[in-house]
């Protein structure tokens, strides 16, 4: 049974650390349009930092199996937030120029994508886990 709880672990964790990723895209997203007066102050798209467990860990109050995916970090994407001249703009600087959100629309409707397909993925993973289960429970009572 151990063997069946670090299934279901290891796709759990996955499964967790894609929700993360998807609410990151989506704030991403949410946030792309926003313009700012400083580079300082633009929005920076932010970017998901898995771990992969090497080794049995306990995390919190639950054990995580080796072979399981933690979320390290949120980091902001280094990338320069675009500038443009617009004088007569509310959020322009002193100089005229609006800086804009460094999101890129197309690379996080990819990221998007990629990210539903691993959650569907581990869906699967635990679907399959349990059917399984439920088969070899069968084979036993006969």
């Known amino acids: ?10 796709a759990g964790s996955a499964l967790a650390a894609q929700l ?9 997203l949410a946030n792309s349009a926003n313009s700012a007066t400083s580079e300082d102050e633009a929005y920076r798209a932010k970017r998901v930092v898995f771990r992969t467990l ?9 054990k995580r199996f080796a072979g399981s995916i ?12 675009p500038k443009s001249y617009d004088p007569g703009n509310p959020s322009a600087d ?10 890129n629309e197309v690379s996080e409707m990819v990221e998007m ?13 635990i679907n399959t886990a349990k059917q399984m289960m439920m088969r070899t429970l069968e084979v036993m009572k006969s």
């Open 1 to 10: 049974m151990a063997s069946m709880d670090s299934i279901f672990g290891i």
């Open 20 to 28: 993360v990723r998807l609410n990151t895209t989506a704030s991403n």
């Open 54 to 62: 090497i080794n049995d860990e306990m995390i919190g109050n639950s």
């Open 70 to 81: 933690n979320v390290q970090n949120i980091t902001q994407d280094p990338t320069p937030p």
């Open 94 to 103: 002193a100089e005229g120029y609006v800086y804009q959100s460094n999101v």
């Open 113 to 125: 994508t990629a990210a539903a397909r691993a959650y569907r993925n581990n869906i699967e993973v």
